[in-house]
């Protein structure tokens, strides 16, 4: 059977555009903010106290977006020779079973994360004072956005569809049939 293909969800737009903003902010960011106190430092041999702090809260926003992105886009890890392996309609099953699968440990993920943002908010950052629960609700957010990500994928093998996440997607898919 020949899966249809189909354009990214509201959804999914959302969280690309999201998580683009998150990764485009953090990036740029970081790299001001290291860019400066370096400048500083070299200058007149002082540095801005905070400016060590913030990268290291902004920095697992920047990779928990990115996780997302990578995830959105199917540039994950794969084994996939013993599933090219066997029919396409063993594929579709493994697909839907294994996407399912993820989705349910993601969201036990985000279940445990949530029960410890109390526990870490007490805990703060020395100079910024911030609560430790931004860093974790980071996690906990990026977690939330993949197990909504492999949902969607499960319900696409379902009805035989495959995403078409932009033009050159597109054209490849049609080369190859």
């Keep these: 059977m020949n899966y249809k293909i189909v354009e990214r969800s ?3 737009k959302s969280i690309v555009i999201v998580c683009s903003a998150v990764l485009w902010i953090t990036t740029l960011a970081i790299f001001s903010i290291l860019s400066a106190n370096t400048l500083l430092r ?7 106290q905070w400016a060590n702090e913030v990268p290291e809260l902004l920095f697992p926003w920047l990779v928990m977006s990115g996780v997302v992105l ?3 886009k ?13 029919s396409e309609k063993t594929r579709r099953i493994i697909a839907i079973f ?5 989705a349910m440990l993601y969201a036990s993920l985000v279940k445990a994360t949530w029960s410890m943002l109390e526990i870490v908010h007490d805990e703060r950052t020395p100079i910024l004072q911030v609560p430790g629960s931004v860093t974790y ?5 990026g977690m939330g956005f993949v ?3 492999a949902l969607l994928s499960a319900l696409r093998a379902w009805r035989y569809e495959q995403v078409c996440k932009d033009e050159s997607d597109t054209n490849a898919q049609v080369a190859q049939g």
């Design 70 to 72: 990578a995830t959105e």
């Design 98 to 102: 294994s996407w399912v699968m993820v």
């Design 42 to 48: 070299y200058v007149n041999g002082s540095s801005l």
């Design 147 to 149: 197990g909504i990500l």
């Design 10 to 12: 509201l959804l999914e």
């Design 74 to 86: 199917g540039s994950h890890i794969a084994t996939v020779f013993l599933v090219d392996s066997v």
């Design 137 to 141: 609700a980071c996690v906990m957010i």
